[in-house]
Structures are given as structure tokens and as C-alpha cells.
């Protein structure tokens, strides 16, 4: 079976942080994602990868959440499952990010979505990242 890339793993992890941050967002988020991590003995090289995409969230959560609010015009960000909420804030800091083409950040939260969610999670989220992409003008 080939080995999971690192950039995949990084984004399992990104997620994983998310979700356990979102539940109890009254504490900030690199520290809920650091005892995650510590927990879960996260390799440095996934922590390499996947530090930044926390670090970009926990400075700029308002602006990528304002920008999905932009095209989820009928669902409320509050309103979402929260693994699907997750998925989108973690795809919008990848988005945000640019490091990444927007294909393959779209393709990585699809399938996310699909191991974390459902099907219908990884259709909503398709098409909103491919919203999205297009509103910051990266598709």
C-alpha cells in the first residue's frame, strides 16, 4: 500500500486541531492544536507542514470565515456541520496561503470530506471551495 504524502497527513492534523479547537473555542487555537498533536505523537514533519496553515487560521480566522460567509449565502458558517465547517477554514488558509494550486487544495478538502463526513459533505464542500477559489480570484 503506497505511504500517504506528508501534505496529506499535515492537512488530517490541520483538521484534527480544528475540530477539537472548535468544540471548546474558548482557548486559542495553537494551544488546543499543540495538545492534540503532543496527544497524538504527530511526526515534525507533519507539524512542519501543517504549523503554518494553524498559525495563518489563528491570525486570520475572521477574514477566511467573512470570505466563506461570501458564498455559503444559505448556510450560516454557525450552522454547518462542524467537520464540514472545519474542512472549508482549513481550505480557505490553504487558499489564503497560495503555496498550494487550488485544484489540489479543493481535491484534498473533497476528500477529507469524504472520510470525515459524508457524500453529501464532500459535494457542499466541493462547491463551495470552487466558489470560493473563484471569489479570492485563484481560479
Known amino acids: 500500500m503506497p505511504r500517504t504524502r506528508v501534505e496529506t497527513r499535515a492537512r488530517a492534523r490541520v483538521l484534527q486541531g480544528l475540530y477539537a479547537w472548535d468544540l471548546r ?3 486559542p487555537l495553537e494551544r ?5 498533536w503532543d496527544d497524538l505523537a504527530v511526526s515534525a514533519d507533519e ?4 504549523g503554518p496553515l494553524i498559525r495563518l487560521l489563528s ?19 454557525e450552522r454547518l ?3 464540514d465547517r472545519c ?23 473533497v476528500h477529507l470530506a469524504e472520510r470525515y463526513g459524508s457524500v453529501r459533505s464532500a459535494k ?3 462547491g463551495v471551495l470552487d466558489a470560493l477559489a473563484r471569489r479570492m480570484g485563484r481560479m
Not at 32 to 36: A, C, D, G
Not at 88 to 106: C, K, N, Y
Open 25 to 27: 473555542a474558548d482557548e
Open 32 to 36: 488546543v492544536t499543540s495538545q492534540i
Open 47 to 50: 507539524r512542519r507542514v501543517a
Open 59 to 77: 491570525q486570520r480566522r475572521d477574514e477566511i470565515d467573512a470570505d466563506l460567509a461570501e458564498v455559503t449565502t444559505n448556510w450560516r458558517l
Open 81 to 83: 456541520a462542524v467537520v
Open 87 to 109: 474542512i472549508l477554514r482549513l481550505a480557505g488558509a490553504e487558499l489564503l496561503q497560495a503555496t498550494t494550486p487550488p485544484r489540489v487544495v479543493i481535491q484534498e478538502a
Open 124 to 126: 457542499f464542500v466541493n
